[in-house]
C-alpha cells in the first residue's frame, strides 16, 4: 500500500442525480474531464439510476466514480452485484453503502448517508434497511456516526481505487459528505436563501445532528431537499471550536432532469480539494453557523402572527397529529384487577394494547417499504402518498375544492391554505370544518384558477352596508384570482406549467373587467409576490370601484406608497423580467385603464401586506374598512353574496 499523499489536492468532479441517463452522464463526464481534468474522483450524488428501476449497461469512465442510493430503491440486479463485489458494480463504478464511509488512496475521507428520511420509519424501525428500501433510519445513522470514527473501513473492498489508510482517525471529522436530504437547518442564516427563497426546501432534522458532528469540508446533496433537485450553493460557515474549519453545502440539479423548457438546473461542481494541510483563507462571505447558533435556528415553522396571518380565511388552526397509539382520548383501558394478559402475562394492559401484538417474528421484513421492525398492516407507508403527502386518492376522485386527482380534499393546499408544508411529511389533517367554512365562498372553478370571493372583502354588503346599498356590482364584487397549483408568488410557477395559469388569469382578469364595467365599475388588481420561506399562496385581489374614481388610483398608490416609503419603478415591463422566476418580492397593481405599476420589494425592508387594501379603502372613502377581520360577515350573509356575485357573473364566466 502506498503512503497517502496528504498535502497534494485533489480534484474532485461532483455529479447530480442521473436518473438512469448514465450513458449520457459517463460521456458528459469524458468531455468535462478533457477540458478540465484529469479529475481523481467523481462523485454522483441522488438518484443514478432514477425511479424507473432500469439499471441500464454503461461502459464506466476512466475516473473512479462513486455512486449513492438517492430517493428510491435500487434496482434488484444493482443490489445483487453489490452483495456480490462489496460494491463495484462496473470497472471503476463503486455503489457507496447507506452509512459509508471511505478513505481514497489521497487519504480524503468521504461519507454517505444514502436513501432519505421519512418521520414514520426512522425510529421504529429494527434495523438498518438495505438498498430496497428508500429509507435511512436510526440504525443507518448509527452506524454511520460508529463508521466515521472507526479505523478500518466499513468492509468494502475499494482496493483498486481507495486503498484504506490505515492510520487511526483520531476524530468523526470527515472532508466530503454526500446525502440525498437536505439537513432542516442549512437554509437558516443564509441571506442567499432567506432573501429569495426560490424554491421550497423539505430538510431532515435528523441530518442535521450528523452535520454537528461529522462537520464535512464539503457537503453535497442531489436530491429532495428541494423538488425537483436544483443548484443552490450556501455561504461558507465555520466551526468555532474545530479552528474556523469551513463547511460548503452545494445542492446539485439532476443530470437526468426531463427538460421541458428553459434550462437546466446546474448539475456540476468541480473543485480541489486538500486532505489536510492548512486551511484555506477564511472567505468574504462566511455566514453564522446554522446548526450550532441556536439563538437563530428556526424551530418548527409556526404561524408568525403579522405575516402570516391568514387574510384570505382568518387563521387556520393545526391539528397535531395524535400519537399513533394513543386512543381516541389519548388514555388506555386499565385492565381490571386480576386480569392477565393472554399474550404476555401481564397484568398492566389488555391484551389489544400489548405491545407484542404488534411485533413482527424475528428476521421479518416490511414487503411494503422493506424495512424490518414492523408487520405489513402497520406500515407508516403503506397508504402510498397523493402529490401534497397524504393519502392518495382511489381512481377517479377528485378533489371537490380544486379539481385535482391527486390528493383528497383534506389535504388540499387550496382548501386548507396551510402555509407550506414541508413535502414528504404526512399531511396534517386540517379540521373538517375549516374547509366548510371556506368552500361555500368560491364563486367559479376554471382549469388551472379558481374565484373566490375573500372573507372581509372591502366593499360593504347586506348587513355591513348597514341599509344604504353602495354596492355597484352584485355580491360586493371584491374577489381574488387564485391558481391552484400551489405557488407563493406568479413568478414562482415554474416556466413549464405557467403560460396556461397565465393565460386563464388573463382571461379572468378581463371577465372581470367586462362585469365591473356593466354596473358603472372600474377594475383595480393588485398582487403581494412576497417570496417567503413560509410559504404563502399566489393569488391577485380584483376589487370593483366607482368610475368616477378610475383615473384617481394611480395617483393613490403613488401618495400612499410616498407615505410608506413604497416606490413604483419607472420602467414597469423590466421590473417585471426581473421577478421572473422568483428573484425579487414585488407588489403590482393593474390599473383601470390596463397600466401597471411596479414595486420591487428591498430584501428585509418590511413591506406591509395591507398596502393595497389600504390605499383603496382611502381612495374609496371606507377606511373603517382596512381590517379585513372587521368586514367578516356570517356564513348566511357570505352565500347570499356567493350567490348574488355567480348570478351577474354567469354571462361572463369562461368556466361555465
Ligand atoms: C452496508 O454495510 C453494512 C456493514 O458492513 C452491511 O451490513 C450492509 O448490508 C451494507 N449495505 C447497505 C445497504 O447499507
Ligand atoms: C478486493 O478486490 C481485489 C480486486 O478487485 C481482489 O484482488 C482482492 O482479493 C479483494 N479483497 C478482498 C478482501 O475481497
Ligand atoms: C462565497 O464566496 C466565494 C468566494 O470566496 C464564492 O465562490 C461563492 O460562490 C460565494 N457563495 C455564495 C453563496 O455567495
Ligand atoms: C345593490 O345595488 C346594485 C346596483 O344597484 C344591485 O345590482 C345589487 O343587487 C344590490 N345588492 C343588494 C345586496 O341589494
Ligand atoms: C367620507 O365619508 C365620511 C363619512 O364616513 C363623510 O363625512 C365624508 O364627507 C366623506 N368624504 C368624501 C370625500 O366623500
Redesign the pocket.
Known sequence: MTTPNTTQSVKILAVGAALGSVRDLFAKIKSIDAKHGKFDCVLCVGDFFGPLQDASAHDGTQDECYIMQGNHPLPEDVIEKYADTGGELCKDVFLLNKSALVTTVQGLRIACLGGIYNPDIYASSEAAPGFASPFYTAHTVERLLSNTLSKSTTGQNYSSLAAVRDSASSSQLVDILLTSDWPASITSN?P?FTSSPMFSVTGSPRLDDVIRKIKPRYHFAGGRGADPPVFW????FLWEDEGDRITRFISLGAFGSERVTGKKERWFYAFSIAPSGPQAKR???VTKNPFTDSAIRPHKRTFNTAESENFIWGNVEHVEKRSRTDGPSGEKTKPPSGYKCKRCGSSEHLITDCPERTRPPEGYVCRICNVPGHLIRDCPTRHPAGDVGGRKPKEGYLCHSCGSGLHYIEDCPVASQHPSRPRGERAKKGPPKEIGRIKHLIVSIGTECYLTLPKGQIIPTQSAAAGSNISLVPGGGHVLIVPIAHQPTYTTISPDIAPPIIEETEKYKSALRNLYAEYGAAAVFFEVGRLSSKGGHAHIQAVPIPRSLQDKVEDAFIGEGNAQGISFEADTDGALEECRGGRHSYFRVDLPDGGKMVHLMRPHAPFSIQFGRQVLVTLLNMTDRLDWKACILSEEEDKTDVESFRKAFAPFDLSL
Open positions: 443564509s442567499a450553493e450556501r455561504e461558507p472567505p468574504f462571505n
